[in-house]
């Protein structure tokens, strides 16, 4: 079982999983390309394309949204990140799936609108992927210099591998969990599902 192997193999195999994926391939190559500060591929389209695989499913099955997060604290405006998703737009066209493009310094401006409970500012990307709902979901991926692969996973590999989906009750509050671990289930119903605690 590649979640009990050593998180080297792990590394290599989640690289082997995750280049099944061709959508996701894409979306690495031209998230690259476009050169934005502290960028990860992140949330479902990884660790979703890894439950597809260890579950026998094509690659790419119910993968809603590929997830591309950048930290730029120098301009907190919306017409500044704006300008970034426009510039995906064009990078990502002809991609077969939605590519959401978000600046990651600006979340704390809206958190609180869109799920009722204040979020402080995050001082990094890799800040805003730890305060995922699930710790499942603390993944980010990117492609650096010579076509090296940048894993993040402040939780490790093992649950990811392993269809075991864990409440990270950080942030995020119980509902944002609930709402999305029965979405989940509806596609892998392989998964265990952790109660909130």
């Known amino acids: 079982?590649?979640?009990?192997?050593?998180?080297?193999?792990?590394?290599?195999?989640?690289?082997?999983?995750?280049?099944?994926?061709?959508?996701?391939?894409?979306?690495?190559?031209?998230?690259?390309?476009?050169?934005?500060?502290?960028?990860?591929?992140?949330?479902?389209?990884?660790?979703?394309?890894?439950?597809?695989?260890?579950?026998?499913?094509?690659?790419?099955?119910?993968?809603?949204?590929?997830?591309?997060?950048?930290?730029?604290?120098d301009d907190l405006s919306w017409e500044a990140e704006d300008r970034v998703i426009r510039r995906g737009r064009e990078a990502f066209a002809?991609?077969?799936?939605?590519?959401?493009?978000?600046?990651?310094?600006?979340?704390?401006?809206?958190?609180?609108?869109?799920?009722?409970?204040?979020?402080?500012?995050?001082?990094?990307?890799?800040?805003?992927?730890?305060?995922?709902?699930a710790t499942t979901c603390c993944l980010g991926v990117r492609l650096e210099e010579g076509g090296r692969w940048r894993v993040y996973a402040p939780h490790g590999l093992s649950d990811v591998f392993n269809l075991v989906v864990r409440p990270n009750p950080v942030l995020a509050p119980r509902s944002v969990y609930e709402e999305k671990t029965a979405r989940w289930r509806a596609w892998w119903p392989e998964l265990t599902v952790l109660e909130w605690p």
């Open 1 to 73: 079982m590649i979640g009990r192997l050593p998180l080297d193999d792990q590394l290599d195999a989640l690289r082997g999983v995750l280049s099944r994926n061709d959508v996701l391939v894409e979306v690495l190559e031209r998230s690259a390309a476009l050169g934005l500060p502290g960028w990860y591929v992140t949330a479902g389209c990884l660790f979703q394309t890894v439950w597809n695989v260890v579950t026998g499913r094509p690659p790419a099955n119910g993968i809603k949204d590929y997830d591309l997060f950048y930290f730029d604290g």
């Open 94 to 133: 002809g991609v077969p799936a939605e590519v959401e493009v978000r600046n990651e310094a600006r979340v704390h401006l809206w958190y609180a609108e869109k799920f009722g409970v204040p979020c402080p500012p995050y001082g990094s990307t890799e800040a805003a992927i730890d305060s995922f709902a």
